[in-house]
């Protein structure tokens, strides 16, 4: 195997005519360049240098490889800065996957600080809901997910191969039109709406819905599902239905024409941004999972 250190000896030895010249150039003794050409010899089994009396010329073997070698020590020098560049927080890449609701809140203060902080480091933003987000990371489409899991739910063994940053606990409130029965209320239990037609979210979210409106004793009947929090918090203004959305989501979407009610019993997701260990080692994903967490302290 070449060595990069035996490339550039040679190199000065080319370019001086003598180990003498060469031990200058780089700082060392003559033995030490000499020790090194011979070692170099040895791994490409052949003669590079030819000696005459004091001075030296190179075979044909030995030119071919001082020709290579400018390009190979400049490749590698392009390299070094490089590596160190990312290592410094001057230059790096993070992919970043989020659900809708933390894009809009989360996210973007997050993202803002990270680039007043090092403004070298890109970051690329994908949507995208767990566990897909997830299964993401895991497949290396991304280095950061941002995921949530409802409190009381099974599968917290699902994360046990990654790096769980904790960021906050989001409350589920309660949405109902301006005019309805209750929109003067503080807070409402959920079964004081079971009659009521409700207008659904997201598939994880729909599903924790139904789960809790069950475990207060009723079937929530669905007139209407969406994926767009916006959009739930349109039809709820147009008096088409009642909700429950996370709390982020509300701090998103600014509810016109309806009214956020606490909820009883309160339902909590965690939110977390996740990571796989050895990418929680890479500076610019430390200290976009950093970032992170100070916009969800605000």
Known sequence: ??????????????????????????????????????ALETSVGTPLL???????????????????AGTILAGLTAAEE???????????????VSFPSGSSTLVPTALAALRAAHPGTRVFLEEAEPPASVEMLREGECD??????????????EWDDLVVRPLLTDRLVGLVPERHRLAGAGSVAIGELADEPWIAGCPRCRGQLVEVCEDAGFTPRIDFATDDYPAVVGLVGAGLGV?????????????????????????????VALTLPDLAQVPAVAATLEQLARAAAR
Do not use: D, N
Not at 27 to 36: K, R
Not at 147 to 153: K, L, P, Q, V, W
């Open 82 to 96: 490089e590596v160190a560049a990312i290592a410094g927080l001057r230059a790096g890449r993070v992919r970043l």
């Open 243 to 271: 909700a429950v959305l996370p709390q982020l989501a509300i701090e998103s979407a600014r509810p016109r024409h309806a009214r956020v009610l606490r909820l009883e019993p309160a339902v909590r997701r965690r939110i």
């Open 144 to 157: 950061v997910a941002l995921a949530f899991r409802y409190e009381g739910a099974g599968g917290a063994e």
């Open 50 to 68: 030819v000696r005459s009396g004091r001075e030296m010329r190179l075979t044909q073997a030995g030119e071919a490889l001082v020709r290579h």
């Open 1 to 38: 195997m070449i060595e990069a250190r035996h490339l550039r000896v040679l190199r000065a030895v080319a370019v001086g005519g003598s180990f003498s010249a060469a031990g200058r150039a780089l700082g060392c003794t003559q033995p030490a360049v000499s020790q090194q050409m011979k």
